[in-house]
């Protein structure tokens, strides 16, 4: 099923509607790779997106593109004082959702100095699925869908939420088996921006010999310069020339 802002958002311009697509693509795939943190911060410029088309629908003109507002949360609020002409989804549930989304992205995540757990994951959790709500919303309201055909469509969108990597435990596995090891690792160091250790590495990959790895995967890597391998810290981190081979190359199979 594809997704195509005009054919869904027809009142809307398309260049907001693609801003509001584009936000929600950037939360499922930081969310699908466990980038977690980014996965936050997409939440709070979605909020800005979907406020703006509330907005332009209530005032009956569109901005070309979405802007922030001086006050997020006074003006989601000033939305709920409008006629009730407009439904309660639109003054009342998606501002207060969007309320919702902005304080993650503001005010969890910056540092937890002090505290027992970092909340980074169970936030993109809860910032994933508020998007995939307030999206459907938008689509069920502006394309005159039911609630199941608005989720049906937003699933299409965000490739039915396929998890390319699963953390259980202390190790995170490749779940595409038919990968080779050499890309297994590349998907892992790409959501680890901060690196990993070989150990940590040789363990979710589950290669049966160190030193193998090391001469086959790790030393040919860094020596085309798709990550940087410190022998001295037993430690990979992927490069931009890597990222941008996990991008062109790894996330786009199977869309």
């Known amino acids: 099923m594809s997704f195509q802002p005009p054919r869904l958002f027809a009142s809307i311009p398309v260049t907001l509607s693609a801003e509001l697509i584009s936000e929600f693509q950037k939360i499922e795939r930081n969310f699908r790779e466990a980038r977690w943190e980014p996965s936050e911060l997409s939440g709070g410029k979605l909020s800005e997106v979907a406020y703006c088309i509330l907005k332009g629908h209530i005032d009956g003109a569109f901005p070309a593109h979405a ?8 003006a989601c609020k000033a939305l709920e004082k409008s006629g009730a002409q407009f439904s309660r989804s639109i003054r009342i549930q998606i501002p207060r959702v969007l309320i919702a989304l902005y304080e993650i992205r503001n005010n969890r995540g910056v540092g937890h100095v002090g505290g027992d757990v970092d909340p980074n994951h169970m936030d993109a959790v809860c910032v994933l699925h508020m998007s995939k709500w307030v999206v459907s919303e938008l689509v069920r309201i502006f394309h005159g869908v039911t609630t199941e055909e608005a989720t049906a469509i937003v699933n299409a969108l965000a490739d039915r939420e396929l998890t390319l990597l699963w953390k259980i435990g202390d190790v995170t ?21 901060t690196g990993l250790t070989e150990a940590e590495l040789i363990k979710s990959v589950e290669h049966s010999n160190l030193s193998v790895f090391r001469r086959d995967v790790l030393r040919k890597l860094h020596k085309k310069r798709r990550i940087e391998y410190d022998e001295s810290a037993r430690k990979a981190t992927i490069s931009p020339s890597g990222s941008k081979y996990v991008e062109d190359e790894l996330l786009t199979l199977g869309s």
């Open 67 to 74: 802007s922030k507002p001086p006050n997020m949360v006074d």
């Open 173 to 193: 596995r490749v779940l595409d088996t038919s990968l080779s090891m050499t890309d297994q690792m590349m998907l892992l160091l790409y959501g680890a921006p």
